[in-house]
């Protein structure tokens, strides 16, 4: 029998689609909303589709609560219910079934809601492993705010830890694992500790996450009155070790005055200068200088400027 050349295109084109839809499957995500009950509930975000599960398995300490009903309609459902620990200096989430020797980007999510009912701004250090990942402080009573890093992890399990350093109750609301690819974000040593993560829409409430983005980065818009977004609707090519999501490379930005340069002009970030009272010198003008890192670990901020456009302004930058 003749095979139609319609009927290839046809079947190349399903194919196509079906590959795209295996590529955008949750494999190797875990995702735990902290304090859900029932424990055996799952249940789908509607905003990003993403399956969350409650954390009973991963940890087995601490008290469930729920936020103020009053700040759960602004918010996505992991964020509703939480787990805190009064007990115990520290408490550690065991997680299991990784996948020894691969890069993941690990979230911890606080939303405060009031769920005490006793407007205590709570603090905690976050650990990974031995190691500090952040200085957990609370900001606001209906502020949502979320720390991320990039680990490789060297076994099949990982412990996460809130440790207390005050009076106040440590507590989480969601923790989310997503493997990455191994070539992306390469460093010396260490670990990468999120700084921000922009990109250039012409909506200043625009935000990108899964399903747009595979590895379910959090892409924030930023916008600026000296600059204008322009898009694209071709596709673009992101082929590259860091899967970037069209959403974010099809839009770039340009000065609103063609003649002038623009500038983006991202959060500030601070640092520590190393300073020697003494006077040093050299016999031969050469000096050397050691650094030794101590029992606590350093996340440095990463950087990732992606395709570099004309007027010297990033389509995106990830940092």
């Known amino acids: 029998m003749k095979?139609?050349?319609?009927?290839?295109?046809?079947?190349?084109?399903?194919?196509?689609?079906?590959?795209?839809?295996?590529?955008?499957?949750q494999a190797g995500f875990i995702s735990l909303d902290c304090g859900l009950v029932p424990t055996t509930t799952t249940y789908t975000e509607k905003s990003t589709n993403i399956t969350y599960k409650s954390d009973a398995d991963y940890v087995d300490s601490g008290l469930v609560g729920k936020i103020n009903n009053a700040y759960m309609t602004q918010l996505q459902q992991q964020t509703w219910s939480l787990r805190s620990f009064r007990d115990g200096q520290r408490n550690c989430y065991n997680l299991f079934d990784l996948t020894a020797n691969i890069k993941y980007l690990i979230r911890a999510t606080f939303m405060y809601g009031n769920y005490d009912v006793?407007?205590?701004?709570?603090?905690?250090?976050?650990?990974?492993?031995?190691?500090?990942?952040?200085s957990i402080k609370i900001t606001g009573v209906t502020n949502s705010s979320s720390y991320e890093i990039f680990h490789v992890v060297t076994q099949d399990d990982l412990q996460v830890c809130l440790v207390k350093t005050g009076p106040?109750?440590?507590?989480?609301?969601?923790?989310?694992?997503?493997?990455?690819?191994?070539?992306?974000?390469?460093?010396?040593?260490?670990?990468?500790?999120?700084?921000?993560?922009?990109?250039?829409p012409s909506d200043p409430s625009s935000f990108v996450r899964y399903d747009e983005?595979?590895?379910?980065?959090?892409?924030?818009?930023?916008?600026?009155?000296?600059?204008?977004?322009i898009?694209?609707?071709?596709?673009?090519?992101?082929?590259?070790?860091?899967?970037?999501?069209?959403?974010v490379m099809k839009t770039v930005v340009i000065p609103a005055n063609g003649s002038n340069t623009?500038?983006?002009?991202?959060?500030?970030?601070?640092?520590?200068?190393?300073?020697?009272?003494?006077?040093?010198?050299?016999?031969?003008?050469?000096?050397?200088?050691?650094?030794?890192?101590?029992?606590?670990?350093?996340?440095?901020?990463?950087?990732?400027?992606?395709?570099?456009?004309?007027?010297?302004?990033?389509?995106?930058?990830?940092?």
Not at 170 to 186: D, V
Not at 217 to 222: H, I, Q
Request: aromatic content about 12%; glycine content about 4%.
């Open 168 to 200: 106040t109750t440590p507590f989480i609301s969601s923790l989310e694992l997503r493997p990455l690819n191994n070539n992306s974000y390469n460093t010396q040593s260490g670990s990468l500790m999120l700084f921000a993560r922009i990109y250039f």
């Open 262 to 319: 623009c500038y983006m002009r991202p959060p500030k970030i601070s640092v520590s200068t190393i300073f020697n009272p003494s006077a040093v010198s050299s016999s031969n003008g050469k000096v050397s200088f050691t650094f030794t890192m101590t029992v606590t670990q350093l996340f440095l901020p990463y950087q990732r400027c992606r395709d570099l456009h004309s007027f010297r302004c990033y389509t995106a930058w990830d940092r």
């Open 118 to 134: 006793l407007n205590q701004l709570p603090s905690c250090d976050l650990r990974v492993g031995a190691n500090k990942w952040f």
């Open 231 to 247: 898009s694209t609707d071709l596709p673009i090519d992101i082929s590259s070790v860091y899967d970037m999501p069209q959403a």
């Open 3 to 25: 095979t139609r050349p319609w009927f290839l295109l046809l079947l190349i084109l399903t194919l196509t689609v079906f590959g795209s839809v295996e590529a955008q499957t």
């Open 213 to 229: 983005d595979i590895h379910d980065r959090g892409w924030t818009a930023l916008t600026d009155n000296e600059t204008t977004s």
